[in-house]
């Protein structure tokens, strides 16, 4: 039996046990609990001006539970997820319109987890309104124009030859070989290598000081420079240079060959090939790089990744048209990310994706087939890209639509060179004056 001394340090210790109990209590419900971590969730990959990319990612992906893709709250898609990171496109969008985007996890009817939302804003399309100047050059003989570059609305260069008269109106046998748009106007340019006055085929520009033509001549703060040419690039015409930089430059050729300029010396890579490669782009940091080629009757797509190039589509056949395929010989390429590549061919305009092994989507709507083929391709993103090509053919596509400039359409012109910035672009050529008389013919267009 308990003393009444006992009985009072019992009862003392109990309501000091429940004070300190009650305290902890309440210190429990004042401490903000952890929110649940989500499992999945939405991420915006990328937008045109008319379709969005969506990458949907659960960390617990169960192919027995339904996963529901919303746009502003009306179901686009139903899913069932086994791998972790799934991309979707919603297509058919209007440009320049914010989406919000959803992604919820349901069993049957119980709702199990619902993602946070995200905004995609579609791009807004670009104007057709270009204003147009036409520029022609040459007095004798066969005078043409191969390649453009733009560095800025006054500073434009272009390449061919050119053949004038001398001040004695004389025909001048050393003919010119540049064209250069100061803002003003342009001024023909005769550039010398090794005493000697060559064809320019191409010209690429990285800034208004590093602009290299045909590989062999640099003009680098204010002056030209003469490169030696190594045994790797005697004996094949250069049609093509790109570059992430002139530390990182590529030339394409004739007979397959391709050689990579690292700041100091040429390279040879083997292509794999000894079809004509005509055309070189790649994404701006150098991760990806496409060649097209063609001869009479074979067309090859190259693609360089980690530093190896490898062949993903050849045709012996190229003038056999079929669906969902590239078809004809490959004329021009162009790409401004790692997501698709845009080919130009004679009949039509074609977006691959970047894993394509030959396939391709039609995006040209017309039935003409661009009036004579298409030679050139260039843009500078979904919704600014320019085609030019036979017949003084100019298309541009705004990211809704395409838009021909039959105001100067020309069947006399054919174009080759071509050059965009967002709102300038420069096409060149040649002009069929007679059987013994071409013009060089350079195209500016404006908005």
């Known amino acids: 039996m308990l003393s009444v001394l006992q009985l009072f340090f019992r009862q003392r210790f109990l309501l000091i046990t429940a004070l300190l109990l009650a305290v902890l209590q309440l210190q429990s419900c004042n401490k903000p609990t952890e929110p649940a971590k989500e499992s999945i969730s939405v991420t915006v990959e990328d937008v045109s001006c008319t379709e969005a990319w969506l990458k949907i990612s659960d960390t617990n992906a169960n192919p027995n539970i339904m996963v529901i893709v919303k746009r502003d709250d009306i179901d686009i898609l139903i899913l069932n997820l086994n791998k972790a990171d799934t991309v979707i496109v919603d297509e058919n969008r209007l440009p320049n319109k914010t989406y919000t985007y959803r992604a919820v996890k349901q069993q049957g009817s119980n709702l199990i987890e619902a993602s946070k939302p995200v905004t995609a804003t579609t ?53 010119y070989n540049a064209a250069h748009w100061n803002g003003t106007n342009w001024q023909l340019k005769k550039i010398f290598y090794k005493g000697g006055i060559w064809s320019i085929r191409t010209v690429y520009a990285f800034n208004k000081n590093d602009i290299w033509f045909s590989g062999y001549m640099r003009y680098y703060n204010g002056q030209f420079l003469e490169l030696p040419i190594p045994s790797i690039l005697m004996g094949w015409q250069i049609n093509k240079l790109w570059g992430s930089s002139s530390n990182d430059l590529y030339a394409v050729g004739n007979g397959g060959n391709i050689a990579h300029w690292n700041g ?153 060179g071509l050059d965009v910035k967002p709102n300038l672009v420069v096409v060149a050529g040649e002009k069929f004056e007679n059987m013994f008389y071409y013009k060089g013919i350079i195209r500016v267009g404006k908005k």
């Open 264 to 416: 100091s010396s040429w390279k040879k890579i083997e292509s794999g090939t000894n079809v004509d490669l005509i055309d070189i782009w790649g994404i701006s940091d150098g991760s990806i790089i496409w060649i097209a080629g063609k001869n009479l009757n074979k067309t090859v797509l190259i693609k360089i990744e980690n530093n190896t190039p490898h062949t993903v589509f050849e045709e012996d056949y190229p003038w056999q048209i079929q669906k969902g395929k590239l078809s004809a010989g490959l004329s021009s390429i162009w790409a401004h990310n790692k997501k698709f590549l845009y080919v130009t061919t004679p009949i039509t305009v074609y977006r691959c994706l970047s894993t394509t092994k030959g396939e391709g989507e039609e995006i040209y709507p017309y039935n003409d087939y661009l009036k004579g083929g298409t030679i050139r391709i260039r843009g500078t993103g979904y919704n600014n890209i320019l085609t030019a090509g036979n017949n003084s053919s100019i298309y541009h596509y705004n990211g809704h639509n395409w838009s021909p400039y039959e105001s100067i359409y020309d069947e006399r012109i054919y174009l080759r």
């Open 123 to 175: 791009l807004d399309t670009t104007s057709h309104n270009f204003t147009w100047q036409t520029f022609e050059f040459g007095e004798y003989s066969s005078s043409t124009f191969y390649d453009v570059a733009i560095i800025d609305e006054n500073n434009i260069w272009a390449v061919g030859e050119i053949y004038m008269k001398d001040s004695l109106g004389n025909y001048d046998p050393i003919f």
